[in-house]
Structures are given as structure tokens and as C-alpha cells.
């Protein structure tokens, strides 16, 4: 983004990818956004042609188109292209941080440019590790509209994780907090998996989830997070956002309901957290309103 001043760099094995771009085009169509109010259970709302998008929701477009033959076991398109082929057989988004310049209408048509910033291998607790940066620019004929920074993490499958222990009691809010429980059950997860045309089996497949992937059930989406977590300030404010940073910490299951926790602060921004049954914070992130 531009206030990033670090040159690219990166492993010699994906050095080709850094700097790679991609030009997409696509139209903000009025019947995912309808649809994603229904799967989000927003009955009170009424979007059509020409209102603002509500942000995070041009995650519904720009969506890969890989057929059906080239899908992986995982459900993954193929690995290669505009993104290098890392082999670690986990791909995850780790977090990111979005510039709102300018409403997007539905209905509009976009182009959406995008560039591999930087790629970085690291070692974790499971092993290696892959992080890749990549920049997005999303523009209404020339005038910029959404700045997007993604950092998705490749790593290795792991050993089998636990499932959490529900706390005896739910996280206490402050005061002046916004609050919402969701239960992520597998209708949700197909629903969301459905309108991002995402083919992951950990989102819809628990059989592969736990006893391919290791995890305990199935596994909520990191955007679908970030996106109930904005959800929460649009219901409880009328301000437009700004800027928004988020960091996935924890994955969430769909054994138990979380928790959406927001907390205004000095300075036009809102604290927000995706909080687990358990206690733990499975994201972070920050609001910064208008």
C-alpha cells in the first residue's frame, strides 16, 4: 500500500513471483450482496442498485474461476500462476488492512489490480512457513476506490488440534461495547463457502477436515470473521469506515457460538475482536471511522 516503503524481497525459489500483477474486471451485482444479507441475518436492511457496498463485501467479487478437473483434494484451486506454487499443503490468510477511499455503488463495474508485494519463509512451531504479500487496488474507471493489503501464511498440516473447552462464563464486555453472538453451523459456512465460490473442504467436509486436516470440526472462514466483525460496527453505527486492520490468531469451530466484541475508542476508531468459546481471541482488528 502506499505508506509501505519496503522493497521486494524474498526466498530465490519464488523471487519470479515478486512483483507479479494481475488485472481483473468484474461487476458489484445486486444479487450476491442481497444474498449475503440473508446468510448474515440481516432481515432490517434493504440494499438496491446504486446504495454504497457495505465494506468488506467486495469479497463477493473478483472470485477464481478454476474448473472443476483442476481443483486440488483440498478443494483449492491450482497452485502457481499469478500466486507461487509454495507446496506447504495449508493456505490461510493471516490478515490485512484495507484503505476505503470512495463508495463503491452496486452495480458498478470494477478493475481490480493486483501485485505480489513481498514473500518471506519463516519457521513456526509446525514447521516452515510461507507468507505472501499481495496488493490490491480496486477502481471505479480511474478513480481509486479500495486499497487491500492480504497476508496469506502457506505452513504444514501439524498435529491434531484439540477442540476448545467451552469457558463457564462469556467474556465480560466494557462498557459502551457492541456485542453479538453468532453460531456458526455448517448452513452458515456452506452458505458463506457458496458465495465466494471457495471449494475448501475445511469450510463444508468434516470427515477430511479432521481426519485429513486435523482439526477438530469444521473450521469458520477468516474473511466471513472479518466481515461479521465489520457487520458489527455497520449495525451499531452510521459512520462509513475508513480503514480497517485485522489479524487472524485462532481458528473458530462450529461446536460452539463466538462472541463479536466492539469497543469505540479516542480518535474515530473502534477495537474489535472475534472472541471463542473459550476465551481466546481468534481475531483482532481495528476500525477507523469517518
Known sequence: MADDDRQPS???????????????????????????????????????????????????????????????????????????????????????????????????????????????????RTGPLVFATVDYRLLDGDALCIEERQEIVYRDFGPPLAPPEPAPAPPHAPAGAWSREVTPDPRLLFRYSALTFNAHRIHYDRSYTVEREGYPALVVHGPLIATLLLDLVRRNSDRAVAQFDYRAKAPIFDTHPFRLLGVPQAGERVALTAIRCDGAVAMSAEALLR
Open 10 to 124: 524474498g526466498p530465490a525459489g519464488y523471487r519470479d513471483w515478486i512483483g507479479r500483477e494481475c488485472l481483473e474486471h468484474d461487476t458489484v451485482a445486486l444479487q450476491p450482496v442481497r444474498r449475503l444479507l440473508a446468510t448474515l441475518d440481516d432481515a432490517d436492511t434493504q440494499l438496491n442498485l446504486g446504495d454504497p457496498l457495505p465494506p468488506l463485501w467486495h469479497w463477493l467479487f473478483f472470485l477464481p474461476e478454476a474448473p472443476q478437473r483442476d481443483l486440488g483434494a483440498d478443494g483449492h484451486p491450482p497452485r502457481g500462476g499469478f500466486l507461487p506454487p509454495v507446496p506447504l499443503p495449508r493456505r490461510m490468510w493471516a490478515g490485512g488492512r484495507l484503505r476505503f477511499h470512495r463508495a463503491v455503488p452496486i452495480g458498478t463495474p470494477l478493475r481490480r489490480l493486483g501485485r505480489v508485494a513481498a514473500i518471506a519463509e519463516k519457521t513456526g
